[in-house]
């Protein structure tokens, strides 16, 4: 970022048999470097913010810059002396980093960085102690979200599809039939027990699930039915109560309109046997109430799939958020940051001092 100065520091490893290699850290964030052997595919140049290529690879652009050695010392395979200063542009493919050191004589050197672990690091130079501790997300730091967001993903998918073909072989089986249907006047104002039974009907076949819906003329009125569902053979009972109301009007605001004439209700897994319906009615005292009840059995229902698609989701949603935060922080470095989210930033490259 312009105006801010970052300093790191690189270590020279030298092996007889390998050749020079180098550590470079920056806030507890470790790079394994070497110096390539063959040139990317850098066709906007080095330094530029088109992306580069090596092997198969793609490197997005994340940040040129200067940088200025402030400190040396030990020994080294070139002369090395204080002040001297490089522009570097760093290209990104999480965990690898591709770094562009171009000199005043417009001299390219090229090298290829890989993400380490500081406890890796000690653990292999048998470090006494422990690493320094990360601080925030390093340019070329591998997420540990994105491989679990895929994943997370992928399970969402294999239990969505699950769920779709059961939801369809339902479907497929659901024999949906008509069993009953009769019409009914409720005047609450009419003297004796409103409550009364319906005719008995039959179900055959396996538990399924069965609907009642209810049909009324109600007009900025309401009706509340209470059923009971018994079972003839057995006195098993299923207790349920369905309120049905509309009300519609004009205001201030123009018209409105509030609640159904209609209501439809679902009673799950009820096994074959002979039935009937205790039905006990209530309304606005004053209005007779007609309605129609109408019952299927071996149903649809398919109010859980939605329930079962939203619980799997819900992670996997949430995973792929951590992994986007991730990413949106490791950016914010970058010189492609959003200066809405940079305070005071612009988006482009700053000075960095090489120690």
């Known amino acids: 970022m312009e105006g801010f100065t ?4 690189e270590y020279v490893l030298f092996n ?11 806030d507890g964030h470790w ?3 070497s110096l390539l052997r063959t040139l990317p ?17 793609s490197y997005r652009h994340f940040q040129t810059a200067e940088a200025k050695t402030t400190f040396v010392l030990g020994e080294f395979p070139w002369q090395v002396r204080v002040g001297e200063a490089v522009e570097v542009a760093d290209y990104v493919s999480p965990p690898r980093v591709l770094s562009a050191e171009i000199s005043k004589d417009k001299e390219v050197t090229w090298s290829l960085g890989e993400y380490m672990a500081g406890a890796d690091l000690w653990k292999a130079f048998s470090v006494p102690g422990q690493a ?14 994105s491989s679990s967001a895929r994943a997370v993903w992928r399970y969402c998918a294999l239990f969505l599809g699950i769920a779709l073909l059961l939801f369809i072989a339902n479907e497929v089986r659901a024999k949906d039939r008509l069993i009953f249907s009769r019409n009914y006047v409720f005047n609450p104002a009419s003297p004796g027990e409103h409550s009364f039974v319906t005719d008995v009907f039959e179900l055959t076949g396996h538990p399924a699930a069965l609907e009642v819906k209810t049909e009324t003329n109600v007009n900025n009125s309401w009706i509340y039915l209470n059923y009971t569902l018994i079972n003839q053979d057995t006195g098993q009972a299923w207790d349920f109560g369905r309120e049905v109301s509309y009300y519609h009007g004009y205001d201030s605001d123009g018209s409105w309109s509030e609640g159904s004439a209609e209501d439809t209700a679902v009673v799950p897994t009820v096994p074959p046997g002979n039935y009937y319906f205790r039905i006990e009615p209530e309304s606005d005292r004053g209005y007779a109430t007609s309605y129609v009840v109408t019952v299927r059995h071996d149903v649809v229902v398919g109010w859980w799939f939605p ?12 995973a792929t958020w951590r992994a986007m935060s991730f990413e949106h922080m490791r950016w914010q470095e970058s010189d492609h940051a959003s200066s ?14 090489d120690s």
């Open 16 to 26: 007889p048999y390998k050749g020079f290699r180098y550590l470079t850290e920056y």
């Open 31 to 33: 790079n394994y470097v």
């Open 41 to 57: 595919d850098a066709r906007g140049g080095a330094g530029s913010e088109t992306p580069v290529k090596y092997l198969g690879e």
């Open 6 to 9: 970052y300093s790191w520091s």
């Open 132 to 145: 320094p501790f990360a601080v925030g997300v390093y340019e070329n730091q591998p997420s540990p979200f």
């Open 340 to 353: 809405s989210i940079l305070s005071g930033g612009s988006g482009d490259s700053g000075d960095r001092d």
């Open 307 to 318: 329930i079962v698609a939203g619980l799997l989701i819900l992670p996997a949603a949430f």
